[in-house]
């Protein structure tokens, strides 16, 4: 995304939090979550992608390169906000915010 080309990710967890319809290809996915199975997530469960949505979603950005271009300079747009320098300026400011709501020590006091 970060580099203008939109993706095609399942519309559940993680990447909800920066795809959506105006910047790439969510999938749907099935209605039931799948058991991992085996090793260290066995107990968790994933997504399984609509293997319909997600054949009509290649066969709609294979014929439509104006909206492939739209949504990848969307998609450019929508990672600045990953770019280090904006990350760090998050962590900056959630950082001034927690000092600023810190106690302040008692006169003659140690700091805490």
């Known amino acids: 995304m970060a580099s203008g080309t939109p993706v095609a990710a399942t519309n559940w967890s993680g990447p909800t939090a920066y795809l959506d319809a ?3 290809y969510p999938v749907a996915v099935e209605p039931d979550l799948r058991a991992v199975g085996d090793g260290p997530f066995a107990d968790h469960r994933w997504a399984e992608p ?3 949505h997600l054949a009509a979603i290649l066969r709609r950005a294979r ?3 104006a909206e492939r271009a739209r949504l990848g300079a969307a998609a450019r747009a929508a990672m ?5 320098a ?3 300026a ?3 400011a959630h950082l001034a ?6 106690p302040r ?8």
């Open 63 to 65: 014929d439509d390169p």
């Open 22 to 24: 105006t910047n790439g």
């Open 50 to 52: 609509d293997a319909a």
């Open 86 to 88: 904006a990350l760090a």
């Open 90 to 92: 998050d962590v900056a």
């Open 105 to 112: 020590a008692p006169p003659g006091g140690a700091e805490l």
């Open 80 to 84: 600045a906000r990953f770019a280090p």
């Open 97 to 102: 915010r927690i000092r600023a709501a810190r």
